[in-house]
């Protein structure tokens, strides 16, 4: 018998699954890279274009939000700004102003910068519009406000881990980056929120404090987000897109030093400059008087008399006395006042973390303080205010004397304190 090599088998097709696959990766990767022809230059940017272009949900989800986050300011909640924060807009709009400064093209920037703009001023609007609306209802603690109205470095690295994610999943995939949109808004819309809630309420501290960690975290953001661009091969590709990028980068830089006194600490750190030296306290102790004698003169007059004395002798002496002026006595008067002894209190709010130090009751917040901090009460200096009764203390607090009111229900002392209640006169 004899045996024939057996034929080769074809090989069998591909299914249309595995081919759309693979040519969804060869495309994916073929947008991963700036490509060298101008023609597809130009039709990538279009298309990235088309896609980060703003539209009308941009404006109607802003206002969603930024009512949800002006409430959870007023509310002092934590789980309202995370509501307002999940339903803020995609912020592909930033994505598109990023890709214009890289290409240089001025018309896509000003549309999505101006897109940019009117969802911000609808977020501080909202935020104005909550804290106008707590005026009634002061004094209330908003510890949320004040923590999203300063700079905090982990901020910045979750701003830069964003930017860089928001970026990348734009460029290399259709799909709608959600997650990355989301930390770059809570990074954005939280401290501008902030500050028109501060504004609104004429609370010291918000505004302009908010505003600024605003345009800082913006400014920081869209430098990170140039650079990844760079990265994934995104050039500028005439001499004034070149100008136009490097214009914005400077811009960019100088804001991130300027607000963040980086500049400084770098300055401080190579011996360029010396360290600010730090504010001197003046005592703003009440004097005491220094006890005064007073000279009182009393004249003491001795009245003068006639005696015949009669004697053995028939010699009758004549003794005249005359008027003498005593000297004069001191009769002395000392005036002494007495300074009230402080009285230490610890700050053990109920509610919101801490308490606030007014200017006077119910007026001008001057320094939060969270529980645990210290604060000396001035005895014998209460007011009653619409049935809240008002202590005055004082705190130091970064190395300055902060002195006003607070309310008596914040603090715990460690034995009670004489004449606990407010005077009949504020």
């Excluded at 597809?40 to 939000?65: D, K, Q």
């Excluded at 000003?110 to 703009?117: D, F, P, R």
């Excluded at 430098?223 to 980068?249: A, E, K, M, Q």
């Excluded at 004069?328 to 308490?355: D, F, H, M, N």
Aim: glycine residues 8%; aromatic residues 12%.
């Amino acid at each position: 018998m004899t045996f024939s090599e057996p034929t080769s088998q074809p090989q069998p097709e591909q299914t249309p699954e595995f081919v759309s696959a693979r040519a969804r990766r060869r495309r994916a990767q073929r947008r991963a890279y700036f490509p060298t022809d101008q023609e597809g230059r130009a039709a990538l940017f279009e298309h990235l274009a088309r896609r980060a272009f703003p539209s009308y949900e941009l404006f109607v989800f802003s206002l969603v939000a930024g009512a949800i986050l002006g409430l959870g300011y007023f509310f002092n909640a934590q789980a309202l700004l995370i509501f307002g924060i999940l339903v803020a807009p995609l912020l592909t709009p930033w994505i598109g102003a990023t890709l214009s400064m890289i290409a240089g093209a001025p018309r896509l920037f000003a549309q999505t910068v101006s897109a940019l703009l009117i969802s911000s001023l609808i977020i501080f609007f909202c935020g104005w519009l909550a804290g106008f609306a707590s005026q009634t209802f002061q004094p209330l603690t908003f510890n949320e406000a004040f923590t999203h109205s300063r700079l905090w470095w982990p901020d910045l690295i979750v701003l830069t881990i964003a930017s860089i994610l928001i970026t990348i999943s734009f460029i290399r995939s259709e799909d709608r980056p959600y997650l990355p949109s989301a930390l770059l808004a809570y990074e954005l819309f939280l401290p501008l929120c902030a500050a028109g809630f501060g504004l609104g309420s004429s609370v010291s501290g918000l505004w302009p404090q908010g505003l600024f960690v605003f345009i800082v975290h913006l400014a920081w953001g869209t430098f990170f987000g140039i650079i990844t661009l760079f990265f994934l091969r995104f050039y500028p590709t005439s001499f004034g897109g070149l100008v136009f990028t490097g214009s914005i980068f400077i811009v960019l830089i100088a804001i991130v030093i300027s607000y963040t006194g980086f500049g400084n600490w770098v300055m401080t750190r190579t011996g360029l400059s010396k360290p600010e030296p730090l504010p001197v306290i003046v005592s703003t102790s009440t004097p005491v008087a220094i006890p005064s004698t007073t000279q009182s003169l009393t004249p003491v007059e001795a009245t003068g008399f006639n005696s015949n004395l009669t004697g053995i002798s028939s010699q009758t002496p004549k003794l005249t006395l005359t008027n003498v002026t005593l000297a004069a006595t001191e009769t002395p008067t000392s005036t002494v006042t007495a300074e009230p002894t402080p009285i230490l209190a610890i700050i053990r709010a109920s509610e919101g973390g801490g308490a606030f130090i007014r200017e006077k009751p119910g007026g001008t917040v001057l320094v939060t303080l969270g529980n645990g901090s210290t604060v000396t009460i001035i005895p014998d200096d209460l007011q009653d205010v619409n049935g809240v009764i008002w202590v005055h203390v004082f705190a130091i607090v970064n190395e300055a004397r902060v002195e006003g009111w607070m309310i008596q229900t914040v603090l715990q002392t460690a034995t009670p304190v004489a004449n606990w209640q407010p005077s009949p006169t504020p």
